[in-house]
């Protein structure tokens, strides 16, 4: 049998840009110390844009949906259980990565199940607990999640995230005595259908419950 891969064509879907300046009589800083300030926080403000964008693609791609309505023991479990079951059903191979808001990850933490006696290397005085019922825990901040989302499982390597840089540079400024930063590219997210599956979700909804897809 001849093994034969094929390329995908992947549209790029969102563009990113910068454009300052930094004038030499005005700046009050070490000019080049202020050209490489500016683009280390231009870099950390892409950074954040991406993992936003990032958000969004998997919310609108997850395969499989659950509901918690509170933050109770048993609807944490429960909701663990059932991340478990859909998992191990579909087949899904590779470390499960679980990325929580602070509600659900001290949920895990003070939760009765993650103790010692159960084999659990919960850690209270550091808030820490690496794993529960399999799932690798993570904390994530609230502004990172799309709107009433809470959780976010997934299989790393299941998707892909790009950028292209068009524009990156410095250059010596007509208008000013100074220079313009500026930066430019186009940026995308990817995932297959099959992998879909390998994706999931958790919703907040007081008083809801049960599971999609």
Known sequence: TEIIYTDTPVPYTWEWVYHEG?????????????????????AQAKIKKFNAQHS????????????????TEANVTALFDALYAHYLDNEVQGTKIARVNADLYNAIVNGGLATTSKGSSVNI??????????FVIQPLPASLFQADEVA???????AKAFTGINTARTVESEDFDGVALQGAGKAGEFIIDDNKKAVAKVTFEEGGGGVEG
């Not at 499989?64 to 933050?71: A, K, N, R």
């Open 125 to 134: 005085d550091q808030n820490e607990v690496p794993m529960f019922k399999d």
């Open 56 to 71: 969004e693609f998997i919310s609108t791609n997850a395969g499989h949906t659950e509901t918690l309505e509170d933050y």
């Open 22 to 42: 930094i004038d030499r009589h005005t700046v009050n800083n070490d000019f080049q110390a202020a050209v490489a300030d500016r683009l280390d926080l231009q």
């Open 152 to 158: 976010y499982v997934y299989v790393p390597n299941v």
